[in-house]
């Protein structure tokens, strides 16, 4: 199982971007997903979630009202719009594939990674 994310880059404070998180076979599609971040010199930290089915969604305190993440199983891929962007966002940015069909701010309860895609915010 392959997850891949896309849709990093640069971006000024107060923009938006959204990221991508397709995967390569349909192994998720009865799982719970989730993106997490890690900035230099921090640990990996939870960002959002959504259950296998997309009717519930959970979100770090930070982020609340500016990201948003959802999931279209037709296409096998996960998104996180982020808007308002703050310089803090800046990380590599991380999808993962939970061990059941809901999301947990845990980082134990997930079994499959992709690779990470960078965003950075200016001032």
């Known amino acids: 199982v392959q997850l891949q994310a896309s849709g990093g880059g640069l971006v000024q404070a107060g923009g938006s971007l959204r990221l991508s998180c397709t995967e390569s076979?349909?192994?998720?599609?009865?799982?719970?997903m989730a993106w997490f971040r890690q900035a230099p010199g921090k640990e990996r930290e939870f960002v959002a979630g959504?259950?296998?089915?997309?009717?519930?969604?959970i979100y770090a305190d930070s982020v609340k009202g500016r990201f948003t993440i959802s999931r279209d199983s037709a296409k096998n891929t996960v998104y996180l719009q982020m808007n308002s962007l703050e310089p803090e966002d800046t990380a590599v940015y991380s999808c993962?594939?939970?061990?059941?069909?809901?999301?947990?701010?845990?980082?134990?309860?997930?079994?499959?990674w992709g690779q990470g895609t960078l965003v950075t915010v200016s001032s």
């Open positions: 993962a594939a939970a061990r059941s069909a809901v999301a947990s701010r845990d980082v134990r309860d997930y079994r499959y």
């Open positions: 959504i259950s296998w089915r997309g009717g519930t969604t």
């Open positions: 076979r349909r192994t998720s599609s009865n799982n719970g």
